[in-house]
């Protein structure tokens, strides 16, 4: 049976570098003004939106609407490299604006805040991350979308939630053992459901990490005729009740595709936007991430997210400010692992859908 390496620091983010969850209010005059002076500002700057499903609403519409893109982390790459826009705004977290910039050196690259990071990508510091990559040189290093540019620069694949398990039994039918970074849960489900060799950091999402499992049960009792849906972020005991465990984009899918009226969510409340267009009979119950006594039985979103807001979207592309720069010799080292997911993916849609095509 493969182990988890016995000693490795843990780099979940401490509650008092959490900065506290503030969503932009605005009235409907307000709200209509800036998404119109944003969508001139779009098409005066040759720019696209490139916007994460956990953003505002207000910004994804805008995307929508304007020639833009909402998606997943893997998405949001592929889009931004195929786009022939000069300008890419990236609502999201600074790493995805540093992948962005890492397939696109040639393009602008704006966000509407880069205070706007995220709790993995703060909790797999590059000095450690390196001296830990250099412990261990047998092994293939394997960096999750949510980490640094010079953490990618490290790596030797990056995978998504959504492709970890295909790229981690790929290269283990090659018989490579693996250093996997910085979401311990993600790292834990993925070797539970390849039994790969895997040194895991120590790192977690502050969204994720707060479902709970024993109200989650209560909930599902309470809605016995629900499907539970979970991001593999979250810790096992939560995972174990899941209907469906998967990226962002395939607990979208599967609020379309299976066959129930009712759906408890464990991820970031912001998808369900998205989930309310693609499927808008249905409904949508957050899942808890606190017991009885707490203020709020769900407070899944993310604080970083909700610091892309419409005024700091228009602010920036009036401005110009918020432009992501990434040196050159580390958009060099970083593009390979980005790039390898980017064409294996690639490859097993063609594996898929080839045969067809024929």
């Given amino acids: 049976m493969n182990t988890i390496a016995p000693v490795i620091e843990d780099f979940r983010l401490p509650p008092e570098r959490v900065p506290e969850t503030i969503c932009e209010a605005l009235d409907d005059e307000e709200r209509l003004l800036l998404t119109n002076r944003a969508k001139e500002l779009l098409e005066q700057e040759n720019a696209v939106i490139v916007a994460h499903y956990y953003t505002a609403p207000d910004l994804q519409l805008i995307a929508d609407a304007a020639g833009g893109y909402v998606s997943d982390s893997l998405d949001m790459a592929r889009f931004g490299n195929e786009s022939r826009a000069d300008t890419l705004v990236v609502c999201g977290v600074r790493f995805m604006g540093e992948t962005a910039k890492i397939l696109n050196p040639e393009k602008r690259i704006l966000m509407p805040d880069l205070e706007a990071?995220?709790?993995?990508?703060?909790?797999?510091?590059?000095?450690?991350?390196?001296?830990?990559?250099?412990?261990?040189?047998?092994?293939?290093?394997?960096?999750?979308?949510?980490?640094?540019?010079?953490?990618?620069?490290?790596a030797d694949w990056m995978v998504t939630s959504g492709s970890a398990v295909?790229?981690?039994?790929?290269?283990?039918?090659?018989?490579?053992?693996?250093?996997?970074?910085?979401?311990?849960?993600?790292?834990?489900?993925?070797?539970?459901?390849?039994?790969?060799?895997?040194?895991?950091?120590?790192?977690?999402?502050?969204?994720?990490?707060?479902?709970?499992?024993?109200?989650?049960?209560?909930?599902?009792t309470a809605h016995p005729e629900a499907k539970v849906l979970v991001h593999p972020e979250s810790p096992a005991s939560v995972i174990q009740y899941a209907d469906v465990v998967g990226?962002?984009?395939?607990?979208?899918?599967?609020?379309?595709?299976?066959?129930?009226?009712?759906?408890?969510?464990?991820?970031?409340?912001?998808?369900?936007?998205?989930?309310?267009?693609?499927?808008?009979?249905?409904?949508?119950?957050?899942?808890?991430?606190?017991?009885?006594?707490?203020?709020?039985?769900?407070?899944?979103?993310?604080?970083?997210?909700?610091?892309?807001?419409?005024?700091?979207?228009?602010?920036?592309?009036?401005?110009?400010?918020?432009?992501?720069?990434?040196?050159?010799?580390?958009?060099?080292?970083?593009?390979?692992?980005?790039?390898?997911?980017?064409e294996f993916a690639e490859l097993q849609k063609w594996q898929i859908y080839g045969a067809n095509d024929a």
């Fill in 117 to 154: 990071t995220c709790s993995l990508d703060l909790g797999c510091p590059p000095e450690q991350f390196n001296a830990f990559c250099d412990a261990h040189p047998d092994r293939t290093v394997v960096v999750y979308a949510n980490t640094s540019a010079a953490v990618k620069a490290r």
């Fill in 166 to 220: 295909e790229v981690i039994r790929h290269l283990q039918d090659k018989g490579e053992k693996f250093i996997w970074a910085p979401d311990k849960y993600l790292g834990e489900y993925v070797q539970s459901q390849t039994d790969a060799d895997m040194l895991i950091w120590q790192g977690s999402c502050v969204v994720h990490e707060e479902f709970k499992a024993k109200e989650l049960l209560e909930l599902k």
């Fill in 247 to 342: 990226s962002t984009t395939a607990i979208i899918n599967a609020a379309v595709d299976l066959n129930a009226r009712e759906f408890i969510v464990a991820t970031d409340k912001g998808i369900f936007h998205k989930m309310q267009e693609a499927a808008p009979d249905k409904l949508f119950i957050e899942a808890p991430t606190a017991g009885k006594s707490a203020t709020c039985k769900s407070c899944a979103h993310c604080p970083w997210m909700a610091m892309n807001t419409l005024k700091k979207l228009v602010n920036s592309l009036e401005t110009g400010s918020n432009e992501i720069h990434v040196d050159m010799d580390i958009i060099e080292r970083a593009r390979r692992p980005i790039q390898r997911l980017l």
